[in-house]
């Protein structure tokens, strides 16, 4: 169970104790997501996150089917491969009167198919009697609703907690009430159809007789409705809801680029990261979002939606876009330092829950993040690159323009060149790059490291943002400041070269402390510098040769430090673990420099990884144990699954060993020195386009290189080349 987080430290998810469902079966949709055990029901007793979520509150805490009074055993259940449905399998157990079964096991078969569409989770029940002689049973499900935060199942504590109001019983509705302390009402509504034989304000019950071969079916649909949202209901049923699910699904896979393999296995990989990526991108009314995971980080996050949509900017720029204009209407416009704002700054996250609407937490619009301002900046010039969109890039380009000042003059608040941070908010986060956690900064000795700090990879997001800002603005008629970013970027990258590279340890220095003193710890951090391109290319072909180092590549993939570090610990949230996303970028990295092969490696790991995660799916995070043969990789046991930017990682890593890029101007896409692992013979890109055009592809691999081949076009697409 998550313990209590300490405030003004640390606002990661801690454990003590085991999940009750190891792998609990999950659904989202926009807003709202559920977590049920193997047996399609949420018991959120004791350690248990399950539930049915809204803008992070818990609306169903509990849900159970029993037959006669008892469980049904387990037969299998599985969710959709596109994420639309979760189909459960039961049976009967003996049921018993008066110490003679009256019923034998198996005779009834019980169906249980759930859907989320526009914040309600709609259930069908269907019961079969397979046996040759009539049957009776009761058929009950009980319910209840807890109405905690999402922070509250996390492990925090209140003081005051809102007010449970009187439910209202109807002869086919429930509906469990809830006044929170800021001033919103809550209710989860339940509907049954048909009307129950009793129902009360925790249960319903049917009288169920069943003919031989002869079917009933049972619906139940669950609303979450507050203040402020009160959703649809009326004429939506559970077909009517599936039917809608299917086509909006249906829809958007046909509009985004398809990926082919010869490898089955890999082709599982990329298809539940297309489907978990669907699922977790939410519909507002800025476009689409990707929010960041389930169960934790259900909602908007700056540097995650971010880096998601760059690594799917290739397939689908439309997320790209949507997380563009969000985070332009979000940004900070005034100094808060409650909240770690300041203007110019880019959102971390975003809640609408009850203990950040009262202040209890100060993620309601928090900005305490020092990469996301950097990595929106970039965002945008590679959106323009890749879709040649200047409309749009002109609609942000006052939020840009204040983003640039803020990594300026905010962010580089004592002149030096290096942007930094500090914490200013007494509840906010301690660390403020992508490792987050308190203790993820320090020196060789283990010694934690003093504000303000500047993170290694933070200067190179600077870096390459000012190049791409620069190119924005030659398209938007603004010369001078095109030639000052570039001009920055030069002379950013030779500051990087003399002050963070560190040749005791062979790599860039993870961070200067606040005296401006080296943290001499060797750490994935650096690889991030070949992403974007401001390492030397003489030490970028050290970094690429250490990340496979033992110590560092445990076989699944590039560690978050070298084993052989003080605070190395490989079942840490960012001191030895690996995550898929910051793999990917390094893996691009390589790429970029030349060293696919090191890339390649790093793919292969993954891609290996994969094979022994349930449905395929990586984690945000496993743990950084060295490889044993015949085993697969060690769970880390509160990492979110699925998370945006695990799902997105296996397109930035194809992106960079095939040197893939485009240019929107001359409607090109390119391939520089493109490769494929050994894993992978054969690619097929369907419906790449570009401004409006598009193209399918053929990608062969050969030992020591890949052949493209045309197989249709539309428009006047440029394809090139260089080997």
């Known amino acids: 169970m998550a313990e209590k987080i300490q405030i003004g430290d640390k606002w990661y998810v801690s454990a003590t104790s085991a999940r009750t ?30 539930g049915l979520y809204h803008e992070d ?61 526009q914040g309600a989770c709609y259930e069908h029940i269907r019961l079969t009697n397979h046996g040759r002689e009539p049957v009776s049973v009761h058929i009950a499900i009980a319910f209840d609703a807890d109405f905690l935060d999402l922070f509250q199942v996390r492990g925090m504590k209140r003081e005051r907690h809102g007010e449970r109001l009187p439910s209202q019983l109807g002869k086919a509705d429930v509906a469990l009430r809830y006044q929170g302390l800021d001033g919103r009402a809550r209710s989860t509504r339940l509907h049954f159809d048909p009307t129950p034989d009793r129902l009360g304000e925790r249960l319903a019950a049917y009288d169920v007789h069943l003919d031989p071969k002869q079917e009933r079916h049972l619906y139940c649909t669950v609303h979450c409705e507050g203040e402020g949202h009160a959703l649809p209901r009326d004429g939506v049923d559970y077909d009517s809801a599936l ?24 082709n599982l990989w990329v298809d539940r990261s297309v489907s978990d990526l669907a699922m977790l991108t939410t ?24 880096l998601t949509a760059r690594q799917c900017l290739w397939l689908n720029p439309s997320l790209a876009r949507g997380v563009l204009a969000f985070l332009a209407q979000t940004q900070a416009t005034e100094e808060d330092p409650a909240r770690d704002a300041e203007p110019g700054k880019i959102l971390h996250e975003a809640r609408k829950c009850e203990m950040a609407r009262t202040g209890e937490i100060p993620f309601e619009r928090y900005y305490g993040t020092v990469d996301a301002t950097p990595l929106f900046v970039a965002l945008a010039g590679a959106y323009h690159q890749r879709t040649g969109d200047t409309e749009f890039i002109r609609g942000i380009w006052p939020q840009v323009k204040l983003a640039l000042e803020w990594i300026d003059h905010y962010g580089d608040a004592d002149g030096d060149g290096f942007v930094e941070y500090a914490r200013r908010s007494k509840e906010g986060l301690l660390q403020q790059g992508w490792k987050d956690s308190h203790d ?11 504000a303000p700090i500047a993170l290694c990879e933070v200067q190179a997001y600077v870096y390459e943002a000012k190049q791409l800002a620069a190119d924005l603005a030659r398209h938007l008629g603004e010369a001078a400041l095109s030639k000052q970013l570039l001009d920055d970027a030069v002379k950013l990258k030779h500051r990087f070269e003399q002050q963070f590279w560190c040749e005791e340890i062979g790599t860039y220095a993870i961070a200067l402390d606040g005296h401006k003193q080296q943290c001499k710890v060797p750490s994935s951090n650096a690889g991030h510098a070949l992403w974007t391109g401001i390492a030397s ?61 090191q890339a390649m490696e790093v793919f292969s790991g993954l891609f290996e990884a994969s094979l022994y995660f349930d449905q395929h799916r990586l984690p945000e995070l496993f743990c950084g144990f060295p490889r044993r043969p015949s085993e697969g990789p060690t769970l880390y046991p509160v990492a979110c699954s699925p998370q945006a930017w695990a799902a997105a990682a296996v397109f930035g890593m194809l992106q960079g060993c095939l040197g893939l890029g485009f240019h929107a ?14 894993f992978i013979q054969w690619m097929k890109i369907r419906n790449l386009s570009i401004r409006g055009q598009s193209v399918d592809l053929l990608l062969q691999r050969y030992e020591n290189n890949v052949g493209i081949e045309v197989m249709r076009k539309q428009g006047n697409v440029e394809i090139v080349v260089a080997i």
Request: glycine share 8%.
């Open 21 to 50: 469902e190891e792998s609990p079966q999950v659904l989202k949709h926009d807003e709202t997501f559920v977590l049920f055990d193997r047996f399609g029901d949420m018991q959120a007793l004791g350690v248990s996150e399950e």
């Open 537 to 597: 290319a003489q030490h970028a072909a050290r970094i690429a040769e250490g990340m496979l180092r033992p110590e560092f590549y445990c076989g699944f993939g590039i560690r978050t430090i070298a084993a052989d570090q003080s605070r190395y610990n490989p079942m840490s949230y960012h001191n030895g673990s690996v995550w898929p996303h910051d793999n990917a970028l390094i893996a691009a990295g390589m790429a970029h420099y030349g060293h696919t092969a």
């Open 283 to 306: 519909s507002l009314p800025t476009g689409q979002y990707p929010y960041a995971g389930v169960p934790w980080y259900s909602t908007t996050f700056g540097r995650d939606g971010i």
């Open 440 to 450: 993820s900064i320090f020196h060789s000795d283990g010694e934690l490291a003093e």
């Open 665 to 678: 101007g001359k409607t090109e896409i390119s391939f520089r020195s493109p490769r494929l692992p050994t």
């Open 57 to 117: 509150t818990r609306y169903l805490s509990h849900q159970e089917l029993m037959i006669d009074g008892v469980r049904p055993l387990y037969l299998g259940s599985n969710v959709k491969e596109d994420n639309s449905l979760l189909i459960i399998e039961l049976m009967n157990p003996d049921l018993t009167d008066g110490g003679e079964v009256r019923v034998s096991k198996g005779l009834l078969h019980i169906f249980r198919a759930k859907l989320l569409w």
């Open 243 to 266: 039917r809608q699910t299917n086509a909006t699904r249906s829809a958007a896979r046909q509009a985004h680029c398809v990926i082919e393999t010869s490898n089955p296995l890999v």
